[in-house]
């Protein structure tokens, strides 16, 4: 079974549109992250949620709102997307400090 | 920026050569990790070295840290040609946020 998984693999969209990427763990773990991978290859965190709560926003723009039903669910939806926006989104789940990542959303906005 | 560097960007070596990558961090850590990232694939942990520790090995790798220069080392010895990937340092603050901290990443290719 996979550990943390994301859907969908690859989203191409237009400017404008509204999209949402799925992300479960079956870990059991309480703290899930969403990290943002740019074409240089740079991982910069976006959120992370401890039990359902939010515990850091790493200056996201409005446009990204992360959902957190349960522990072991946090998902991201994405308003009015921008050319910028494209990039390779990922999905992780921590316990003790070490992450484990999903095989990543690519979204590529046209 | 609190993103660590990396270097060198990218190396090329023969199998069965040895591979180092380095990173170098800004701010104090409560332990530093490594990641290894297959092409279009999600990053793996590899090892994690403590504050209060200046090396640990698992298998073929060998990693230091040196806390008072801000710096880490990974040795990967006995290169194999599935060895290769990209190499990313993590650095952890501790705390309530649990908030890794990546480096901009090494690309190893590992020739047969």
């Known amino acids: 079974d996979t550990a943390v998984s994301q859907t969908p693999k690859y989203l191409v969209t237009q400017m404008g549109n509204d999209k949402s990427i799925k992300c479960e763990q079956n870990?059991?773990?309480?703290?899930m992250y969403w990290y943002k991978q740019d074409s240089k290859k740079f991982l910069k965190i976006m959120f992370s949620y401890n039990n359902k709560e939010l515990i850091i926003n790493e200056t996201v723009p409005n446009r990204f709102s992360p959902k957190s039903p349960d522990k072991a669910h946090l998902n991201l939806h994405i308003n009015s997307l921008e050319l910028g926006d494209s990039a390779v989104y990922f999905c992780?789940?921590?316990?003790?400090?070490?992450?484990?990542f999903g095989q990543g959303t690519r979204l590529t906005v046209v | 920026s609190q993103q660590g560097e990396e270097d060198p960007q990218a190396l090329s070596i023969q199998e069965g050569e040895n591979a180092t990558m380095n990173c170098s961090y800004k701010?104090?850590?409560?332990?530093l990790q490594w990641y290894r990232q297959n092409s279009g694939r999600g990053l793996v942990h590899l090892i994690l070295i403590r504050s209060n520790e200046r090396e640990k090995h698992s298998g073929r790798l060998r990693v230091t840290l040196d806390t008072s220069k801000k710096s880490s080392s990974l040795l990967i010895t006995a290169s194999r040609a599935a060895d290769t990937a990209s190499y990313f340092c993590?650095?952890?603050?501790?705390?309530?946020?649990?908030?890794?901290?990546f480096g901009t990443g090494t690309l190893l290719a590992v020739q047969p």
């Open positions: 870990l059991g773990h309480d703290t």
């Open positions: 701010t104090s850590i409560n332990n």
């Open positions: 992780a789940s921590s316990q003790e400090g070490v992450a484990f």
């Open positions: 993590a650095t952890d603050r501790g705390g309530a946020t649990n908030k890794l901290i």
